[in-house]
């Protein structure tokens, strides 16, 4: 009697013993062959990889060498990728959750020295390669197997480094020492050490192009993507990101005019591209820092490029949204700070609504005192104007400008100008006559006092927008215009 009691104890653990032994090997094969099959199904990429461990308590998957390659279903289809990475980990997955809500569940994911390389571009991918290395590491991820965009995490980081990529027109280089992305329902989205690279020289890159455009050098060390929400993006389709910030951006522009326009270029003023885009959005707060912006341009007649640069550049704006039942209701204003060559002080305003459809706008803002041969570099070269001496004590400016003109007016408090002409060489033979016609210019158009007081002359801003160039130029030209007509230029 005593023997068949302890043989009905002992069966509970030979069968324990038995499953121990058995089941394990039975499992990992079976799940073993269900991860190859379910790999080889897929159409869009292939895998291959070296090993692949299962471990069954916890569940943990791992592929050592896994290489992945994009399947080019269609023309359409994805760009042309390649990834090699040394081990890819998916580690504490949950039985229970996949058995009873068909759900699949892990504690983390983990990849680490990841390379990246887009080859093939898509129609309308923007870069014809890219290479990167990749990291990545998610924490409690959770998505039910009918409903992808349902996932949830706790955690997760991202890095993108080493990042480089050309772009498809083959004028330009983008490179990026990392992109990170962390957080959970919101993201943090950081790009280090942006820049964007020419692949031509200065006086090379308009030829190549065949027609007129500017030559951008742009390093940006720092851009801050704070409170992504993540769920708003991804079921509504609709961006939703807390600030935007920019840190120490430097641009260089250049733009050779000897080169012809293209008679097809349209520029599109920033209103209407936000106003029409596709996606809906809103960004609580820009800002820009210790920003600086260089502009060069070679006249037709020119021995140099002229000059101007601006910097200390800061600005704020809030409240940015293309979507018509936002609070805003299209309004956005931006407050904008920084020095002229390095001296004069700028503050400017601008006011546009988004939903203007003649796209209206009003920028208005004062230039500080300065001393004005410090803009040789631009006038020399542009206005073929020699400023000898010259203090401006101020400049204040308002404007009101649309799809096609600006208006609005002008004060230049400024005293002892003495300028003269740059007198052209092209014709020796005229260069007599010209010298007269410059002396009496010189003596007579431009004035040398313009104080407050009964001589005091207001200038007049009316500029016809050149629709072939940006939304620069025609601020530049709109301003200019007022000090051509202050001073008779």
């Given at each position: 009697m005593k023997l068949k009691y302890f043989l009905w104890l002992l069966l509970p653990v030979v069968f324990s013993l038995l499953i121990y032994i058995f089941l394990p090997p039975v499992?990992?094969?079976?799940?073993?062959?269900?991860?190859?099959?379910?790999l080889k199904e897929n159409k869009v990429v292939s895998l291959d990889y070296d090993e692949l461990?299962?471990?069954?308590?916890?569940?943990?998957?791992?592929?050592?060498?896994?290489?992945?390659?994009?399947?080019?279903?269609?023309?359409?289809?994805?760009?042309?990728?390649?990834?090699?990475?040394?081990?890819?980990?998916?580690?504490?997955?949950?039985?229970?959750?996949?058995?009873?809500?068909?759900?699949?569940?892990?504690?983390?994911?983990?990849?680490?020295?990841?390379?990246?390389?887009?080859?093939?571009?898509?129609?309308?991918?923007?870069?014809?390669?890219?290479?990167?290395?990749?990291?990545?590491?998610?924490?409690?991820?959770?998505?039910?197997?009918?409903?992808?965009?349902?996932?949830?995490?706790?955690?997760?980081?991202?890095?993108?480094?080493?990042?480089?990529?050309?772009?498809?027109?083959?004028?330009?280089?983008?490179?990026?020492?990392?992109?990170?992305s962390n957080g959970a329902k919101k993201l943090d989205l950081s790009f280090k050490n942006f820049k964007l690279i020419p692949q031509y020289p200065r006086y090379e890159f308009s030829r190549k192009k065949g027609f007129q455009t500017d030559r951008s050098e742009v390093l940006i060390p720092a851009i801050s993507i704070h409170q992504i929400h993540?769920?708003?993006?991804?079921?509504?389709?609709?961006?939703?990101?807390?600030?935007?910030?920019?840190?120490?951006?430097?641009?260089?522009?250049?733009?050779?005019?000897?080169?012809?326009?293209?008679?097809?270029?349209?520029?599109?003023?920033?209103?209407?591209?936000?106003?029409?885009?596709?996606?809906?959005?809103?960004?609580?707060?820009?800002?820009?820092?210790?920003?600086?912006?260089?502009?060069?341009?070679?006249?037709?007649?020119?021995?140099?490029?002229?000059?101007?640069?601006?910097?200390?550049?800061?600005?704020?704006?809030?409240?940015?949204?293309?979507?018509?039942?936002?609070?805003?209701?299209?309004?956005?204003?931006?407050?904008?700070?920084?020095?002229?060559?390095?001296?004069?002080?700028?503050?400017?305003?601008?006011?546009?609504?988004?939903?203007?459809?003649?796209?209206?706008?009003?920028?208005k803002g004062t230039i500080g005192e300065m001393y004005l041969p410090q803009?040789?570099?631009m006038v020399e070269n542009v206005a073929f104007v020699h400023l000898k001496s010259g203090q401006m004590k101020k400049m204040e400016f308002s404007v009101t400008a649309n799809e096609n003109f600006s208006i609005g007016n002008l004060n230049f408090y400024y005293h002892d100008l003495h300028a003269s002409m740059i007198h052209p060489k092209k014709n020796e033979n005229a260069n007599f006559f010209k010298k007269i016609i410059f002396d009496l210019m010189e003596t007579l158009i431009i004035p040398k006092e313009n104080i407050a007081g009964k001589k005091f002359r207001k200038g007049t801003i009316k500029f016809n927008r050149d629709k072939q160039k940006s939304i620069v130029n025609y601020w530049w030209k709109s301003i200019f215009s007022g000090i051509q007509s202050t001073v008779g230029l």
């Open positions: 499992l990992e094969s079976y799940l073993r062959e269900t991860i190859t099959e379910k461990s299962i471990n069954l308590l916890p569940l943990t998957i791992s592929f050592k060498n896994l290489g992945l390659t994009t399947n080019q279903v269609n023309q359409d289809s994805l760009p042309h990728i390649t990834a090699q990475f040394p081990e890819i980990k998916i580690s504490g997955i949950s039985y229970s959750a996949y058995i009873l809500d068909k759900t699949f569940s892990a504690k983390q994911i983990s990849i680490e020295r990841g390379k990246v390389q887009v080859s093939k571009r898509k129609k309308h991918f923007p870069v014809d390669s890219l290479n990167a290395l990749l990291a990545f590491h998610v924490k409690d991820l959770s998505f039910p197997k009918n409903d992808l965009k349902a996932f949830s995490f706790d955690d997760h980081e991202i890095r993108l480094s080493q990042i480089s990529a050309k772009t498809v027109d083959g004028f330009y280089q983008l490179n990026f020492e990392e992109i990170k993540l769920d708003s993006l991804l079921n509504q389709h609709y961006f939703h990101a807390s600030a935007i910030s920019m840190d120490s951006m430097q641009v260089n522009l250049f733009r050779d005019k000897n080169v012809p326009m293209n008679p097809d270029r349209f520029v599109v003023l920033p209103q209407q591209i936000i106003r029409e885009m596709s996606l809906k959005f809103t960004i609580d707060s820009i800002s820009l820092s210790n920003g600086m912006v260089t502009y060069e341009e070679l006249k037709p007649d020119g021995k140099a490029p002229g000059k101007v640069f601006f910097d200390g550049l800061n600005a704020t704006s809030h409240a940015l949204s293309n979507d018509p039942n936002h609070f805003s209701n299209g309004q956005l204003d931006i407050k904008a700070s920084g020095n002229l060559m390095g001296k004069g002080s700028v503050t400017a305003d601008f006011h546009f609504n988004i939903f203007r459809e003649d796209n209206q706008f009003n920028f803009l040789n570099p």
